[in-house]
């Protein structure tokens, strides 16, 4: 999968959205980002469950899911696991593709306080999710609000995120991360790939792949 072009698409839909507040982002950008998530993976003809999906069983332990199903021929019998009477549903087997965590933090007003690291925290603790997922790609959105040090290559949470991928002991070679990062301060949208190594040493040397401005005004009252 090319997280690259993955990106660029989801930076292009995004930064045409102006429906949406810049100062605040809770819930609202949450669905806006989800709903591009899935919607990139019905185009790539992948089965996409999302935590704020209304079908049945759709959150499948990560904010967004995206899924290889095998379903039955017509006339195949469905199979119960030998079991009489018991009958799987029509596609109940799953093989993940991507797996995305959408976390905002906390908001604050000042550096190095208590707010201040826990929106780190709690990004954080999200990425350890993706880590524990077994999709060859993973996800991660977030936002460095308007604090100074937390954004770009050198800020807090790619350090952060580097850091943690170094400490994790049950990497599978060859897993990718993106990391969609929404820097506040200086309204750009960017993205941030590695990859685990498939020998040898694992530096996780984290690149840029793109970086989009925010429109001037995302105000529901200035469309």
């Known amino acids: 999968m090319d997280l690259k ?4 698409e989801f930076a292009a839909s995004m930064v045409r959205e102006r429906t949406l507040m810049t100062d605040e982002r809770l819930s609202a950008w949450t669905a806006a980002v ?14 996409p469950f999302a935590t704020d999906d209304r079908r049945k ?5 990560w904010d967004v899911a995206w899924c290889i199903e095998d379903k039955r021929r017509r ?5 119960g696991a030998g079991i009489e ?14 797996t995305a965590e959408v976390e905002w933090g906390r908001q604050g007003q000042r550096p190095h306080t208590q707010v ?11 990425f350890y999710k993706l880590m524990d997922a077994r999709s060859g790609s993973k996800v991660m959105v977030y936002t460095t609000w308007l604090y100074p040090e937390q954004a770009g290559l050198s800020g807090l949470f790619l350090r952060g995120f580097r850091q943690i991928l170094l400490d994790y002991d049950s990497h599978l070679p060859g897993d990718r991360y993106l990391f969609i990062e929404f820097d506040d301060r200086k309204r750009m949208l960017s993205g941030y790939l590695t990859e685990v190594p498939r020998r040898g040493p694992r530096p996780f040397r984290i690149r840029c792949v793109g970086s989009v401005p925010y429109p001037r005004r995302w105000d529901p009252n200035h469309t």
């Open 5 to 8: 072009l993955l990106f660029d």
């Open 34 to 47: 989800k709903s591009r998530l899935v919607r990139l993976g019905k185009r790539r003809g992948y089965s």
């Open 57 to 61: 069983s759709a959150a499948y332990l």
């Open 75 to 79: 006339g195949q019998p469905a199979s």
């Open 85 to 98: 009477g018991l009958a799987f549903p029509e596609a109940p087997y799953r093989k993940l593709v991507l």
């Open 116 to 126: 201040f690291r826990q929106n780190l925290e709690e990004v954080f603790r999200d």
